[in-house]
C-alpha cells in the first residue's frame, strides 16, 4: 500500500440524501477514511461538479441531462458540497470531475503521478456509476486497483452485489472496510 491513495467518491450531501440507506454506510467509510490516514495513505475525495449554467452538459448525454434536470451538482450549491460526515481534513486534496469517471474532465491522473501514486483504493456513491465508472478508467491507465465494497453504496442493492460480487474481483483486490483495516494497520 506504499503508493496507494483512497479515493472517496461522490459522497456529497444530495447523493448521500438520495442513496444512504440506513445501513451506517457513513460510519463504515469514516472507518476507511480514519485507517488510511493512520496508515499514511493519502486521501483524495473526488466531488461531480457543473458550472452555473451547465456548459458542458450536452443535450445527446441522457445520464448528464438527468442529473442537470434533477438539479444536481451545481458548482457552489449547498448539496454540492462533501457530506459533513466525512469531510476533508487540511492536506486532503478535493479533485472536481464533470462526468461520471473520476478521471474524466479533472487532473486527477496529474494528482496521482505528481505524488508517485500507481494503486488505488475505491469507495463512493454510486458503485454502478463513479466506481464502475473510475475502476474502468484506472484499468486503462495501468492503476492497481482495490475496491471496499461497504464503503460503496448504490441505489439499487443487486447491481451493487452483482457488480462488487463477480464483476469487481476480476480486476481488482476487493475487500470489506474491516477486512482492509486489518491488512493496512500499522504494524
Known sequence: MANSALLVMDVQRDVVAIADDGSGYLRRLRAAIDGARAAGIPVIYVVMGLRP????????????????????????????????DIAPQQGDVVVTKRRGSAFSGSDLDLV????????????????????????????????????????????????HQMLTEKLFPQWADVFAVEDWLKVIAPQ
Do not use: Q
Open 53 to 84: 449554467g451547465d456548459p458542458e452538459v450536452s443535450p445527446r448525454n441522457k445520464v448528464m441531462t438527468h442529473v442537470v434536470r434533477a438539479g444536481l451538482f451545481t458548482e457552489g450549491a449547498p448539496g454540492t458540497e462533501i457530506h459533513d
Open 112 to 159: 496521482l503521478r505528481a505524488r508517485d501514486i500507481d494503486s488505488l483504493v475505491l469507495t463512493g456513491i454510486a458503485t454502478s456509476a463513479v466506481v464502475l465508472s473510475t475502476l474502468w478508467h484506472a484499468i486503462d491507465l495501468d492503476y492497481g486497483l482495490t475496491v471496499l465494497t461497504d464503503a460503496c453504496l448504490d441505489t439499487d442493492p443487486e447491481v
